[in-house]
């Protein structure tokens, strides 16, 4: 059995999954190991659904890591084509002064999502179900909706596995050794796998480590894990 691969990724759930198709289709030697057989109910994707919305309040940083991922799961959902995204809208509701719904309006402007103002007889016309008092306002992010988060780690599973990524269930990880960017990773007595210190794996770390501190200059440095 191959023990040696240029990325391991431990846990193959929203995060690890997704990490592991993407680094696969840039022509890694993927292996997940999940302690379950994702998707599945032990974790945090466990259901239909997961909201996806991009007017964040507080820092810039999370609206444009929304929209960035917002592209990323509509080419997500183009590749496994099947739907994994439901645009229903999100309505956010609050009194008109709600300091985090001026926030939500002033960001919005900023980034140009679009986003409808409400009065509480607009909310009452559209959605009949609702009953609100009058003073109440709503803000309608129309392109916001929900993921199917159970379909997404499977569609990842898949479009990963098509990549030559090797999905190892039920194989939780015990313990992890790092040792000068070679990582041992235990997953029972005798069984080890090794994330080896490639030149492929150095450049792929490199990429994303370059990536990532453009998003956020806080990221941890060196180390031989991605
Ligand atoms: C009820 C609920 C509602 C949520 N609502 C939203 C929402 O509306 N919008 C939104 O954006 N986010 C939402 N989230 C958050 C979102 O679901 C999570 O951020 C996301 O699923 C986390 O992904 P993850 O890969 O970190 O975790 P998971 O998907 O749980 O993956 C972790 C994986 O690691 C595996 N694992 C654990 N230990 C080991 C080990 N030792 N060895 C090997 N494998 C291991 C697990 O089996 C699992 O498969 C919600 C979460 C919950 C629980």
Redesign the pocket.
């Known amino acids: 059995m191959r023990t040696a691969y240029d990325v391991i990724i431990?846990?193959?759930?929203?995060?690890?999954?997704s990490a592991g198709y993407y680094l696969a289709s840039q022509g890694a030697e993927v292996l997940l190991?999940?302690?379950?057989n994702?998707p599945?109910t032990?974790?945090?994707?466990?259901?239909d659904?997961?909201?996806?919305r991009h007017a964040y309040t507080g820092s810039r940083t999370y609206t444009e890591m929304a929209l960035r991922a917002d592209k990323l799961w509509t080419e997500l959902e183009q590749a496994a084509g099947e739907p994994l995204i439901v645009r229903s809208g999100v309505l956010n509701i609050g009194t008109p002064d709600s300091s985090l719904l001026a926030a939500k309006l002033e960001r919005s402007n900023e980034y140009g999502i679009e986003l409808e103002t409400l009065s509480s007889a607009d909310m009452g016309n559209r959605w009949p179900g609702l009953t609100l008092r009058d003073s109440y306002t709503g803000m309608f992010e129309k392109r916001a909706g929900?993921?199917l988060?159970e379909a997404c780690?499977s569609a990842c599973r898949r479009l990963a596995e098509a990549q030559n990524a090797v999905v190892r269930p039920f194989?939780?990880?015990?313990r992890l050794e790092a040792e000068r960017g070679d990582v041992r990773a235990h997953t029972g007595p005798g069984r080890l796998y090794r994330q080896s210190r490639s030149a492929q794996s150095r450049r792929l770390v490199r990429r994303h480590r370059t990536a990532s501190e453009a998003t956020d200059s806080r990221l941890p440095q060196g180390g031989g894990l991605v």
């Open positions: 431990a846990g193959a759930g929203s995060m690890g999954m190991l999940d302690a379950f994702p599945h032990f974790g945090s994707h466990h259901g659904t997961r909201l996806l929900y993921l988060s780690v194989t939780p990880l015990r």
